[in-house]
T-cell receptor
Framework: ETGVTQSPTHLIKTRGQQVTLRCSSQ?????VSWYQQALGQGPQFIFQ???????GRGNFPPRFSGLQFPNYSSELNVNALELDDSALYLC???????????FGNGTRLTVT | GIQVEQSPPDLILQEGANSTLRCNFS?????LQWFHQNPWGQLINLFY???GTKQNGRLSATTVATERYSLLYISSSQTTDSGVYFC????????FGEGTQLTVNP
């Protein structure tokens, strides 16, 4: 049990729609990161938030955006969904930059 | 960014066998983490190991930071060890390679 909870577990959306994925971290985990994992690949870094501010971003377009809240929850929003956005989306949290990351079980998004 | 190369890409074992997974990385890192991703997609933290050796039950890991590699040893493998193993050097973010796909047959 990692203490990181993601919802929903599965989601099916249509191309062009918007989606919001949610993550709840442990108390004290000030840093949250989001990763996208396509089938057969390793996770790819989307972005990281620290104390509600974006603190680094990977090679993803602006239609991928996020929020982090004071209660250690966070969101990943994706606008204008494309078929290639179909993937497992993973949230990971940590107490600070140098501590181990703990992952949630992920949300499997399918875009049709 | 930091490049990660893991070997072998695929490994098939009989239950009870031992194995060594290797991770090479292209630049110096502050730390390194090994994960196991089970067939249901769950990523489990195995080791957080900047250097030296750590052991946890049947698993152990060694990181030689100066030579930019880490090894994960699995002894007496079990079918529940099946899945993908990732090493992730820590820079400003985790960098994942393609991992090692391990299948342990009964």
């Amino acid at each position: 049990e990692t203490g990181v909870t993601q919802s929903p577990t599965h989601l099916i959306k249509t191309r062009g729609q918007q989606v919001t994925l949610r993550c709840s971290s442990q108390s004290g985990h000030n840093t949250v990161s989001w990763y996208q994992q396509a089938l057969g690949q390793g996770p790819q870094f989307i972005f990281q938030y620290y104390r509600e501010e974006e603190n680094g971003r990977g090679n993803f377009p602006p239609r991928f955006s996020g929020l982090q809240f004071p209660n250690y929850s966070s969101e990943l929003n994706v606008n204008a969904l494309e078929l290639d956005d179909s993937a497992l989306y993973l949230c990971a949290s940590q107490t600070d930059y140098n501590s181990p990351l703990h992952f949630g079980n992920g949300t499997r998004l399918t875009v049709t | 960014g930091i490049q990660v190369e893991q070997s072998p890409p695929d490994l098939i074992l009989q239950e009870g066998a031992n194995s060594t997974l290797r991770c090479n990385f292209s630049d110096s890192v502050n730390n390194l983490q090994w994960f196991h991703q089970n067939p249901w997609g769950q990523l489990i933290n195995l080791f957080y190991i900047p250097s030296g050796t750590k052991q946890n039950g049947r698993l152990s890991a060694t990181t030689v930071a100066t030579e930019r590699y880490s090894l994960l040893y699995i002894s007496s493998s079990q079918t529940t060890d099946s899945g993908v193993y990732f090493c992730t050097p820590r820079g400003s973010r985790l960098t994942f390679g393609e991992g090692t796909q391990l299948t342990v047959n009964p």
